[in-house]
Structures are given as structure tokens and as C-alpha cells.
């Protein structure tokens, strides 16, 4: 993905949206060269790191935002040193990766020095995992079904993504969809006009509910394609960070002209995202 936000230096993960891109004029401050960092950090899940140097906004680059050279990544979990991180080649990105698995309940955090720039720090922690079941889909419509089961008082945090995959749950292709009006009426807030590749919301109007979602899809499920709806739990620092991206992209991932939206960052004196993140996956196919 090769968009650029407005934020300066924030880059997206490869586990968020992906879309075509469009270039803009957009004059802002730089404060100079900060580190950006950006981990999603799953329950279970070995932690990859994306460590890279930041960028003025009026600066685009299409080779994409530049790894540093030299630079030493810590990670702890409950202020304990986690085994070194080892450096990986993954789809020709550089990645630090812990050889050990996060577990649900420790605190992470992660310290990243470099030469010639300012050290940053920033920490998460990694939320319960969503309550799902009952996904269901029609042949030759575009309604995508599922029940969520959200707990009472927590203040919880979601992200929706549909895609077709194969049995394993493997990602064969976002689809685009929207909350459908005719069946959420609980959800008026989410509604929207246009389709976007994922849907990312709190839980203020259904907390300890159980609620059915009903997602349009922009095109109708292929009758033989295996449906994955796939639903996270996030943490706060994670669902701060989709909200404010999202709304710098219009219609067809294109950027939307006008005030600009300073994108979430929990990374101390840098910026990027350091967050906890728990997906569940209901693969199914439609009947």
C-alpha cells in the first residue's frame, strides 16, 4: 500500500486496509526525522515488527518508506526482556520477529534506538477475543450474516472484514461492504453510503448485547467461494488508530480533501502504532 496519510511518517500495516492511492498537495509542519514504528500484536502470534524512518508530508516516495540501518529493537513482556528479536525478509519488507508467542494478559512494549535519531517507546496490552457465531450467506444475494456476542461494562473495541477464502481461512480478497439499513437499525451510527473493506466501531449501542450484523456486500458472494467474516477485539490504542485513518479515505481508498485528520499515535517522541489486537474467523460457505 502506497498511500500517504497526512500524518507524517505513518505507515499502514499490511493487515489494514489495502486500496489504490492517490497523490495530493498537502503542506504541513515537519518536526524532522522521527522512527516509525508499527506492530499489530496478536494473542498466540510471534510479534513482527516494521521499523522505518519517516517521511514529509510533501514527499512521495512509491519505493516506499525507508528500513534504518543499525537500528536495535526491544521488546518486553511485563518489563521482562523478551528473547532478541530476529530480523525476516517478508514480501520484500524487513520485519523484527520475536521468537516467542504473545499471550492474552501481559503487557508489551516496544523500545526501538537508531543512530542520529530520537529513541521511542510505546506500549500495549492484548484484549479478550470476539464472541461469534452463526455466519451465514444466500447464494445470488449480497447479505453477509453473523452474531456478535459483546461482554457487559468493558468498553470494547471491534474491526469487521469480510473476504473469500478456502476452508483454512486463508485471505483470498477483501469485499467491500456497509451495514445494511434495513436489518441494524440498533447500529445508526455506522451507517454509511459508500463500501468500505472493513467496519470499526465501539460497543456504546449494544453493550452485553448479543446482536445480529447484517453486512451488505458491494457485489453478490460467488455461490462456490468459501465466505470468511472475520471479527477482531481491540484495544484502545488500536481502534484509535483505524478510526482516525479511516476517515482520510473516500470512495475507492482515495484520500479525502479537507481538514486535515492527525492520525493516532501511541509511539513515544516517533510515530506509528504499538498495538493489541485478538481475530476470530467463522469460514463458511454459502448455501
Given at each position: 500500500m502506497n498511500m500517504k496519510y497526512f500524518f507524517v511518517g505513518a505507515i499502514g500495516l499490511v493487515t489494514l486496509l489495502t486500496s489504490c492511492s492517490k497523490q495530493v498537495e498537502i503542506q504541513l509542519p515537519y518536526e524532522g526525522d522521527k522512527i516509525v514504528v508499527n506492530t499489530l500484536i496478536q494473542p498466540d502470534s510471534v510479534v513482527y515488527v516494521r521499523v522505518t524512518r519517516s517521511v514529509p508530508s510533501d514527499?512521495?516516495?512509491?519505493?516506499?518508506?525507508?528500513?534504518?540501518?543499525?537500528?536495535?529493537?526491544?521488546?518486553?513482556?511485563?518489563?521482562?526482556?523478551?528473547?532478541?528479536?530476529?530480523?525476516?525478509?517478508?514480501?520484500?519488507?524487513?520485519?523484527?520477529?520475536?521468537?516467542?508467542?504473545?499471550?492474552?494478559?501481559?503487557?508489551?512494549?516496544?523500545a526501538v534506538a537508531a543512530p542520529g535519531l530520537q529513541s521511542v517507546t510505546a506500549t500495549d496490552t492484548l484484549p479478550f477475543p470476539p464472541v461469534i457465531k452463526n455466519a451465514a450467506a444466500q447464494r445470488n444475494?449480497?447479505?453477509?450474516?453473523?452474531?456478535?456476542?459483546?461482554?457487559?461494562?468493558?468498553?470494547?473495541?471491534?474491526?469487521?472484514?469480510?473476504?473469500?477464502?478456502?476452508?483454512?481461512?486463508?485471505?483470498?480478497?477483501?469485499?467491500?461492504?456497509?451495514?445494511?439499513?434495513?436489518?441494524?437499525?440498533?447500529?445508526?451510527?455506522?451507517?454509511?453510503k459508500s463500501n468500505y473493506n472493513?467496519?470499526?466501531?465501539?460497543?456504546?449501542?449494544?453493550d452485553g448485547k448479543e446482536v445480529n450484523f447484517v453486512l451488505q456486500t458491494a457485489d453478490p458472494i460467488n455461490s462456490y467461494s468459501r465466505v470468511t467474516v472475520e471479527v477482531s477485539t481491540l484495544t484502545y490504542n488500536t481502534w484509535k488508530y483505524f478510526s482516525t485513518v479511516i476517515p482520510q479515505k473516500g470512495d475507492g481508498g482515495n484520500i479525502i480533501i479537507g481538514s486535515p485528520v492527525r492520525v493516532f499515535t501511541n509511539v513515544q517522541n516517533g510515530y506509528g502504532i504499538v498495538g493489541g489486537i485478538n481475530t476470530r474467523k467463522l469460514v463458511f460457505k454459502v448455501e
Open positions: 514527499v512521495f516516495d512509491d519505493s516506499g518508506y525507508k528500513d534504518i540501518p543499525g537500528a536495535t529493537v526491544t521488546l518486553t513482556e511485563d518489563g521482562l526482556p523478551v528473547a532478541p528479536m530476529q530480523v525476516q525478509e517478508i514480501k520484500g519488507l524487513f520485519w523484527y520477529v520475536s521468537q516467542k508467542k504473545a499471550v492474552r494478559g501481559k503487557q508489551y512494549a516496544v444475494t449480497n447479505r453477509v450474516q453473523f452474531t456478535l456476542k459483546d461482554c457487559p461494562g468493558t468498553g470494547d473495541y471491534y474491526r469487521i472484514r469480510i473476504y473469500v477464502s478456502d476452508t483454512s481461512g486463508e485471505y483470498g480478497g477483501f469485499r467491500p461492504f456497509r451495514l445494511d439499513p434495513a436489518f441494524n437499525n440498533n447500529l445508526v451510527d455506522f451507517f454509511t472493513s467496519l470499526v466501531m465501539t460497543d456504546e449501542r449494544f
